[in-house]
């Protein structure tokens, strides 16, 4: 990759402003144990002048999701009318997600979290990971074996697992040998699943932030599962009634899913 890139405080500030509200800590509940982060993610079916029509996932590590009572950190900004910090318990966890064949990165419509809001009385305030945030294939195919600045969105666990605040991780990704896009050491416990920013310099203070994809788990050197295929796996995903169809609940059954415990 050619390209030179923007310093790191000016990534790191725009990876807030565009992505900050994107995230959602989570971790098999009253186990202690597979900590993650998912993300919301806009995936483009198709644009008209008069809009465009968008499939919205909550995208994450699939090896996090396989167990069936999960716990959330919903965080304040999340919400309209804001709420102080909640965990949402979520039952039958596992057979909400569907698993991008191979890829190790699994999806989940958001029309549970729309429900669970909608039949509080709330609304979501969220940021998504657009279409055009999203890196092309042609920019994943830039990315060489020299390392590329890169920031890591993720919910870390600190000394009060409780807390799972969120951190922009500094680091750098390349492409290894085997030609696979890697993270260049381990990664806080809790922030795999988490996505993956580069910011590519355009010149007179300009720069383009892009979303490389997705951080899997790992003892170090993870995988960076790149947005080229998980859009192409997600484009595989035939829809029903508005929504994607998946290996799990109807939309009745996700509608009784949540369950909110305050902290």
Not at 68 to 73: F, R, S
Not at 110 to 127: F, N, P, Q, S, V
Not at 178 to 201: E, K, N, Q, T, Y
Request: hydrophobic residues 40%; negative net charge.
């Amino acid at each position: 990759m050619s390209e030179t890139f923007a310093p790191r405080h000016h990534i790191v500030n725009a990876v807030v402003q565009s992505a900050g509200r994107s995230t959602l800590p989570f971790q098999q509940a009253n186990a202690g144990r597979n900590h993650g982060t998912a993300f919301r993610y806009n995936h483009l079916i198709g644009s008209t002048p008069d809009g465009e029509t968008v499939r919205q996932y909550l995208v994450t590590a699939g090896a996090l999701t396989r167990y069936d009572l999960a716990q959330w950190t919903l965080r304040a900004e999340l919400c309209e009318p804001a709420m102080s910090a909640e965990q949402l318990l979520m039952t039958d966890f596992a057979a909400g997600w569907t698993h991008l064949d191979r890829l190790g990165v699994a999806v989940m419509p958001t029309a549970g979290l729309d429900a669970h809001a909608e039949r509080k009385g709330w609304r979501w305030t969220t940021d998504e990971i657009t279409e055009g945030l999203a890196a092309s294939a042609q920019d994943v195919a830039a990315i060489g074996d020299g390392p590329v600045p890169a920031y890591l969105l993720g919910h870390d666990v600190g000394a009060d697992a409780g807390e799972r605040l969120q951190a922009v991780v500094g680091g750098a990704i390349a492409r290894d040998a085997d030609g696979v896009v890697r993270w260049d050491g381990p990664l806080p416990d809790g922030c795999a699943g988490g996505p993956v920013f580069i910011g590519l310099s355009l010149g007179d203070d300009r720069f383009r932030l892009l979303c490389v994809g997705l951080a899997l788990p790992g003892e170090g050197a993870n995988e960076i599962v790149t947005f080229d295929r998980i859009r192409t796996a997600v484009d595989g995903l035939a829809p029903v009634d508005g929504h994607t169809s998946v290996d799990g609940p109807a939309e009745a059954t996700l509608r009784r899913w949540w369950q909110r415990r305050r902290r």
